[in-house]
């Protein structure tokens, strides 16, 4: 399970669709709030990249989604932190 989540965390293809999600939610945000927009996005990423078979793993396909949604909430996590600190500094 560790090689599966150190393969999805070093997957530049999930990094570039995740800071693409979270820069298109923070510019909704007014419209369409953070957490639906975040949420669908992190599941839709976690379900394609497995599904066009963009990295061929042995798992099977349901423990490729579960760690992937792991993955994917540990960088938004981060990316809104990091988004957090960044407005806090600004003010």
């Known amino acids: 399970m560790a090689d599966l989540l150190?393969?999805?965390?070093g997957?530049?293809?999930?990094?570039g669709l995740l800071?693409?999600?979270l820069l298109t939610?923070?510019?909704?945000?007014?419209?369409t709030g953070i957490l639906?927009?975040?949420?669908?996005g992190a599941v839709f990423v976690a379900v394609i990249i497995p599904l066009t078979g963009a990295m061929t793993r042995p798992e099977p396909l349901s423990m490729q989604v579960l760690a992937g949604l792991a993955v994917?909430?540990?960088y938004l996590c981060l990316?809104?932190?990091?988004w957090s600190?960044?407005?806090a500094r600004r003010r």
Do not use: C, K, S
């Not at 150190?6 to 965390?9: C, G, R, V, Y």
């Not at 939610?25 to 007014?30: D, E, G, Q, S």
């Not at 639906?36 to 669908?40: D, F, K, Q, Y």
């Open 6 to 9: 150190a393969a999805q965390a």
């Open 79 to 82: 990316g809104l932190a990091g």
């Open 72 to 74: 994917n909430a540990v």
């Open 25 to 31: 939610t923070l510019r909704n945000r007014p419209v």
């Open 85 to 87: 600190l960044w407005q």
């Open 36 to 40: 639906l927009p975040l949420a669908a």
């Open 19 to 21: 800071i693409a999600l």
């Open 11 to 15: 997957d530049v293809f999930r990094i």
